[in-house]
């Protein structure tokens, strides 16, 4: 069966694991467009770092924060273009929205809309919102958090990420814990800790760290037992990359962030998300340029 590979995938591909175009489109191809099997195909030849969760970084918007006492909110509302996403009635708006979502602790997007905000629903302060703007609004997301401890928020950029991370129990040290949330804003981990990464995680780290070591020419002799040993020893690097507490800290890299918190508290879970990641908007020139390098090959 023939699949269809458009320059839409080749660049999606490219801006998820940042592997050259051609690379991108033979990744995709062998994968038959599945784009997962397509990244880690990526990895194996050594062309690509693993994909985090940013994935697509494209739609304009805003993260935002809201604390009061033992509730942390955090919240991404989009709009159509960076222009309206800069200005003070927007982030006014995504303020309204986020301190509506602490008070009321609606489960989904679908709940908050029938929340209430200056007398009417939120559905409906959305829609007269759009109208003082003059742009589509759209609230994508929010995660609540309650908690007996201590909630830090950090939003970077004018709310193109933002952090939001829960100590628990927290016994001293708030300046510590902002320090923490500036970490995760700047170093992305995935995880708090190394239990909390999942087994199958492990296991496909390791098989695609064989496969890659394999297909370099300095291990053609190796025999498969000494490149599991090492491949043992780079899951360590794994976990330094991708687990908070075992990251170095990034004002001091000779102390990890576990000995930088020491006793003042205890990192209960965090939430970090970059404005639009997963979504897309049109960028027509790149397409256009993915497509006049890629159409011949």
Same mark, same amino acid.
């Given at each position: ?7 839409? &995938? =080749? ?11 051609? &690379? ?11 784009? &997962? ?11 690509? !770092? ?35 996403? $800069? ?57 609540? *958090?309650?908690? !007996? ?18 100590? &628990? ?21 995935? *995880? =708090? ?57 990034? $004002? ?46």
């Amino acid at each position: 069966m023939s699949i269809s590979i458009t320059a839409k &995938d =080749v660049a999606d591909l490219r801006t998820m694991t940042g592997a050259g175009m051609m &690379d991108c489109k033979k990744a995709l191809v062998d994968a038959e467009g599945n784009v &997962d099997k397509a990244i880690e195909l990526l990895r194996e030849r050594g062309v690509a !770092k693993a994909a985090k969760k940013e994935g697509r970084i494209a739609a304009e918007g805003v993260v935002g924060a809201y604390v009061n006492g033992n509730i942390g909110v955090l919240i991404e509302v989009n709009c159509e273009s960076d222009f309206v996403s $800069k200005g003070e009635k927007f982030h006014a708006i995504v303020d309204t929205l986020a301190k509506v979502v602490a008070e009321n602790q609606p489960k989904d997007v679908e709940e908050l809309n029938d929340c209430k905000v200056d007398g009417v629903t939120v559905r409906e302060y959305i829609t007269n919102q759009t109208v003082v703007i003059g742009e589509k609004i759209s609230i994508r997301r929010f995660v609540v *958090y309650s908690t !007996k401890g201590k909630i830090e928020t950090y939003i970077h950029m004018g709310g193109k990420v933002g952090v939001m991370v829960e100590a &628990d129990p927290f016994m001293a040290g708030a300046e510590l814990l902002h320090d923490v949330a500036l970490q995760i804003a700047a170093n992305k981990p995935e *995880y =708090v800790a190394k239990e909390d990464v999942p087994a199958s995680v492990i296991e496909k780290e390791k098989e695609i760290l064989l496969v890659q070591m394999q297909n370099e020419e300095k291990n053609a002799n190796k025999p498969r037992e000494i490149l599991e040993k090492i491949v043992m020893g780079k899951i360590g690097k794994y976990y330094t990359e991708n687990c908070l507490l075992e990251q170095a800290y990034i $004002k001091d890299d000779s102390m990890t962030i576990s000995k930088f918190i020491g006793d003042n508290f205890k990192i209960a879970r965090f939430t970090r998300w970059e404005m639009g990641e997963g979504l897309e908007k049109r960028n027509d020139d790149f397409a256009a340029e993915v497509a006049a390098q890629t159409k011949k090959q």
